[in-house]
């Protein structure tokens, strides 16, 4: 038989969970029956493997930084370069016609846009002001969700309640704010 998930279950091989304070080392059991703790070096990697998803997640955070630093840099570029975009009869400012953001310029589709979904979609820019390019979007929207999924079970491993565990997520969360937390998060002095 395999490794059961019952709390409180006196087998054994029985996985140890408890939703209160615990300092559980040998058959504890994280996230899946199939992460069950049957030695102190599965121990030792599994705390190993905490510092390091919570180290991926601030270099996650890291990357996020620098990505819309770099969409800033060469929004900030357009702007002090006019001559790669054109002005329309209203003021508002147009990409340049190599524009690679995925929306067909066609003047039957930007009549069939409404205002609302040219606003949900980007497209409103109004006087001086530059959007992000859908593709730029969609490489932030990625980068959010690699984010949100590591966040997700750096939580859910805290919700088991381990000791150990918090420890080595703190441990994680304090060095990746060694490692990759030193450019202030806003615009350098």
Known sequence: MGASMNMGSSSPNACKISMLWNWYTLDACFIASTWHITSAGMFAGSCIGVVCLVLVLEFLRRVQREYDRHITQSLLARRCHPESSSTNDSGHETPPAGDEDGIDKSDAV????????????????????????????????????????????????????????????????????????????????
């Open 110 to 189: 930007q009549a069939a846009i409404t205002p609302q979904l040219r606003t949900w979609l980007g497209l409103n820019t109004g006087k001086g002001k530059m959007r992000v390019r859908l593709g730029q979007r969609l490489v932030r929207a990625g980068i959010h969700t690699l984010q949100f999924a590591a966040a997700y079970v750096v939580m859910l491993l805290a919700m088991y309640y381990n000791g150990y565990i918090i420890i080595c997520i703190l441990i994680g969360a304090f060095l990746g704010a060694v490692l990759f937390g030193g450019d202030m998060g806003g615009s350098e002095v």
